[in-house]
């Protein structure tokens, strides 16, 4: 299978506990980007990635949240210190942005937190 | 006023019947996506178009970019196409993401 793929697809924690999720892009792909789907809500950008460069980040994306792409390759999104707001299901995409192109955006199946 | 309005918010239909769903948006594009979004979360791009019309099998995609308007057309619906139906205009690096359409298709 050559789409994003996610890991892991669900995750249960207690408050106050730090997740960890990682999001593998289309291989070929150049951008990454990171949201986050509320129950009944659209996503919402939270962070996205030119290579290994974190280009812009969402003002939802708190301190306690973190992102890297340290190789250009995989992704990490790192939450501390959970609290029950952080419950949603995290979206991964990624993309190939070539010059006079459109940044057509391909979708993981996600991993949903769920905080307790 | 959101940047991105769907019409409607839920759809019930009997199998077989012509389904149309609208999306008119406010900020200023360059293209826009209509994403389908199963129960469990998995997202899948449909279509992308930034002038005219699309056609994959049963689906058609138009946009009018003058207008600021969009619509998802599906033919011969059934129950298989129920999903959430998200249109998503883009201008820039971020996607403006509506809540969706919840499209439900009874036998």
């Known amino acids: 299978d050559t789409g994003v793929s996610q890991d892991p697809r669900h995750k249960i924690t207690k408050r106050g506990q730090n997740v960890t999720f990682r999001c593998d892009p289309i291989s070929e792909h150049n951008r990454l980007y990171w949201y986050r789907q509320t129950l009944g809500q659209g996503p919402e950008f939270l962070t996205y990635?030119?290579?290994?460069?974190?280009?812009?980040k969402s003002r939802l994306l708190s301190d306690r949240f973190s992102a890297e792409r340290p190789k250009g390759s995989f992704s990490t999104l790192e939450i501390q210190r959970t609290e029950q707001g952080d419950s949603a299901m995290y979206l991964c995409a990624s993309s190939l942005v070539v010059a006079g192109g459109y940044n057509e955006q391909f979708f993981g199946p996600g991993t949903r937190l769920t905080v307790l | 006023k959101n940047e991105v309005e769907q019409s409607p918010q839920n759809l019930t239909a009997q199998e077989g019947e012509f389904i149309t769903i609208n999306c008119s948006y406010s900020v200023g594009i360059s293209a826009l996506h209509w994403l389908q979004q199963h129960p469990g979360g998995g997202i899948v791009s449909l279509f992308m178009?930034?002038?005219g019309k699309k056609k994959h099998g049963r689906l058609i995609a138009t946009i009018n970019i003058q207008e600021k308007h969009s619509s998802l057309h599906i033919t011969a619906s059934h129950p298989r196409d129920s999903a959430v139906y998200i249109c998503v205009p883009f201008g820039n690096e971020k996607l403006t993401f509506g809540t969706g359409t919840r499209l439900t298709i009874i036998p």
């Open positions: 178009l930034s002038s």
């Open positions: 990635f030119q290579n290994e460069a974190q280009l812009e």
